[in-house]
Each structure stands twice: as structure tokens, then as C-alpha cells.
């Protein structure tokens, strides 16, 4: 697909051009592609990438994925879903 995410390096490109995410960008992208074809839920994303008190913020997931899609779904694929109340889904095959 267009979206390659290359864990080790740190890097992802969108069409081949390098995609400049912040850290928590970039650690919520990391979250879905390690879990792609499967729900994470609101719950995990926010325990993960903000630690063990913030699991009713789910507003910061709102305002991080919107930003996200931007910038690696400027076309809307639908590359990331959300799934009402539970979580959000990565597409499965995006390529790491």
C-alpha cells in the first residue's frame, strides 16, 4: 500500500516521501500497525502512549488521530477506523 512504516528506523513514508509525525503520533502509529487488522482499544492507546492515569482522556485520542489521518490518510481511505466507544483499527497489510 502507500503507507510503509518502518519500525526500526523510525520512519514513515507515505507514497515514498518521508511523513513527519510528533512522538505521540508517531507512538499511537506504532500502537495500530504492531495490532493492524485488530481493535486497540481507547483504553490501551491511553495507557500506552500516556500512562496508567489517563484512561478517560479519550479526547487527546480524537485530537491525535485527526492530526494523524492528515498526514498518512490525506485522501481518506480509510486507513484507520474508529470504532465507536471501543477503539480505533489500522487496515491489516500496512506495510512495516
Not at 503507507?3 to 513514508?13: F, G, I, K, N, Y
Not at 485520542?61 to 470504532?83: A, C, Q, W
Amino acid at each position: 500500500g502507500p503507507l510503509t512504516v518502518d519500525l526500526a528506523s523510525r520512519q514513515v513514508l507515505l507514497h515514498g516521501k518521508e511523513v513527519r509525525l510528533t512522538a505521540t503520533e508517531y507512538a499511537l502509529l506504532t500502537i495500530l500497525v504492531r495490532h493492524a487488522g485488530k481493535v486497540v482499544t481507547q483504553k490501551q492507546l491511553l495507557r500506552e502512549v500516556w500512562g496508567p492515569h489517563h484512561d478517560e482522556h479519550s479526547q487527546y485520542l480524537r485530537v491525535y488521530f485527526t492530526h494523524l489521518r492528515k498526514k498518512i490518510d490525506p485522501d481518506e481511505t480509510g486507513l484507520i477506523t474508529t470504532e465507536p466507544r471501543v477503539g480505533y483499527r489500522m487496515r491489516a497489510g500496512v506495510g512495516t
